[in-house]
């Protein structure tokens, strides 16, 4: 594995911790550099879900499921019309691939769909929330990805998700279980991230995010000046809450992403 200026960048972290947001300046910036950053793409996760070892055994990938799935609520992020008619074109071909019994390894297979997919725009790059619960596989499939991990305050987070509207069938009935779910998910990559170094991992905290203070870093990690479309990066709420009082579990792992952001993986 070879770490290159146009190896991918997965931005990954908890839900309602600014992600969307970053994600679309990354979106942006890539554009401007002739590449693509997708957000809400979920490929590689329909990929996790749809191709299978007992898929490919009886050649019977379901690409249909895929690009419905894509199309369904698309992505966001500029450029994403091309990158949607460009993906159903491969996921097709791949299809007839596996339907002639050309393909035995699910994993070699979604690493060379994801490479084919985004192989047009250079640069590329993902943001999606469930990618930090499926750090394994993402891993497993692009082992040279770049990963942006941006965290916030859980107690922010609780009170934001508190506030969210519309049909959000996974999201929990109160702030405790919220704080619950963001400890769950950040254990989760916290017990993978020691392996890659700080040349693939870039651990950042959203408020430090939104004064500035993340621009230098975010920018040398991904290879574009960034400082023109961060911005207007704002935080809309308070976050300076005392942490002192949640489960201890979430206080370590509070203080793990600290250690991160500051001096790297150990």
Not at 13 to 20: A, D
Not at 81 to 100: C, G, Q
Not at 164 to 190: A, C, F, Q, V
């Amino acid at each position: 594995m070879t770490l290159t200026q146009n190896s991918p960048i997965f931005l990954l972290g908890g839900q309602r911790s600014g992600t969307t947001a970053l994600a679309y300046s990354l979106s942006n910036a890539f554009s401007d550099n002739n590449g693509i950053f997708t957000v809400n793409g979920k490929l590689l996760y329909y990929l996790n879900r749809w191709l299978t070892f007992e898929d490919l055994y009886h050649r019977h990938f379901r690409v249909d499921e895929i690009i419905y799935s894509l199309k369904r609520k698309l992505p966001g992020g500029r450029d994403i019309e091309s990158w949607l008619t460009y993906t159903e074109k491969i996921l097709n071909h791949f299809s007839k691939e596996v339907a002639d019994g050309k393909h035995f390894d699910p994993y070699l297979l979604a690493n060379s769909i994801m490479h084919e997919c985004y192989q047009p725009f250079g640069m590329w790059g993902e943001k999606y929330n469930e990618y930090l619960i499926h750090f394994d596989y993402l891993n497993k499939i692009l082992p040279e990805a770049k990963i942006i991990l941006l965290y916030r305050n859980p107690i922010t987070v609780a009170k934001s998700v508190e506030e969210w509207k519309g049909y959000r069938p996974w999201k929990p009935s109160n702030k405790e279980n919220m704080i619950d779910k963001w400890t769950i998910w950040h254990e989760r990559i916290l017990s993978q991230v020691s392996e890659l170094g700080n040349e693939r991992l870039l651990v950042i905290e959203y408020d430090q995010m939104c004064n500035n203070q993340e621009t230098e870093k975010l920018s040398n990690f991904v290879g574009i000046d960034l400082e023109s479309y961060l911005i207007n990066m704002k935080s809309q709420r308070e976050s300076n809450y005392d942490i002192n009082n949640l489960p201890k579990n979430t206080q370590n792992i509070i203080k793990q992403l600290e250690t991160y952001k500051k001096i790297g993986v150990i």
